[in-house]
């Protein structure tokens, strides 16, 4: 067991709306990456928090947004759902600097009607 | 086009047969992780490899990176029902320790009893 949790585990929305999913990092991990996985493929990094600051960002619309807190728990928002953001969304946590090891939480799995 | 290949994309063989996954990149690797994951479940962290030429060990698994830093390859000796699964490598290209990892499409194991 890593000590990252996610939640929910699934949920299921209606295009057009909006959603958060929720990540607890391992204890002393003041990093977290949300990843997306769509089916068939391998995770694709979505961004990263450091410190409660957007330490770097992939591929995706500014529709997907996050926060890090104080805890270094983080969020990751998803407005106006289309049907192709239905995936497993992963969250990994890390403590900065080289040389640690970067573990995944279960993961939320959304399907998006 | 894909920059981190895997290869085999799927392995089928009968338990106590040894196997080989590789994972090819474009570019200098700095940090190259291997996981494997269950169907719609999370990345359970398996090996993280730096240097060049570094290999390592974990019960019957290991993993290399050769000297180049672009190819790692993952040995599985004597394999065993609980080792099927998915199993993903991810780059880090920063050089940075960052954890903003690019993985490859996977290469689904399944294990013959």
């Known amino acids: 067991e890593t000590g990252v949790t996610q939640s929910p585990t699934h949920l299921i929305k209606t295009r057009g709306q909006q959603v958060t999913l929720r990540c607890s990092s391992q204890s002393g991990h003041n990093t977290v990456s949300w990843y997306q996985q769509a089916l068939g493929q391998g995770p694709q990094f979505i961004f990263q928090y450091y410190r409660e600051e957007e330490n770097g960002r992939g591929n995706f619309p500014p529709r997907f947004s996050g926060l890090q807190f104080p805890n270094y728990s983080s969020e990751l928002n998803v407005n106006a759902l289309e049907l192709d953001d239905s995936a497993l969304y992963l969250c990994a946590s890390t403590q900065g600097g080289t040389g640690f090891e970067a573990f995944f939480g279960q993961g939320t799995r959304l399907t998006v009607v | ?113």
Do not use: R
């Not at chain 2, 090996?47 to 698994?61: N, R």
């Not at chain 2, 065993?80 to 993903?88: C, F, R």
């Not at chain 2, 940075?96 to 013959?112: C, D, E, N, P, R």
């Open chain 2, 1 to 113: 086009s894909q920059e981190l290949e895997q290869s085999p994309q799927s392995l089928i063989v009968q338990e106590g047969k040894n196997l080989t996954i590789n994972c090819t990149s474009s570019k200098t690797l700095y940090g190259l992780y291997w996981y494997k994951q269950k169907y719609g479940e999370g990345l359970i962290f398996l090996m993280m490899l730096q240097k060049g030429g570094e290999e390592k060990s974990h019960e019957k698994i290991t993993a290399k990176l050769d000297e180049k830093k672009q190819q790692s390859s993952l040995h599985i000796t004597a394999s065993q029902p609980s080792h099927a699964g998915i199993y993903l490598c991810g780059a880090d290209w920063s050089g940075a320790g960052s954890y903003q990892l690019t993985f490859g499409k996977g290469t689904k194991l399944s294990v013959i009893p």
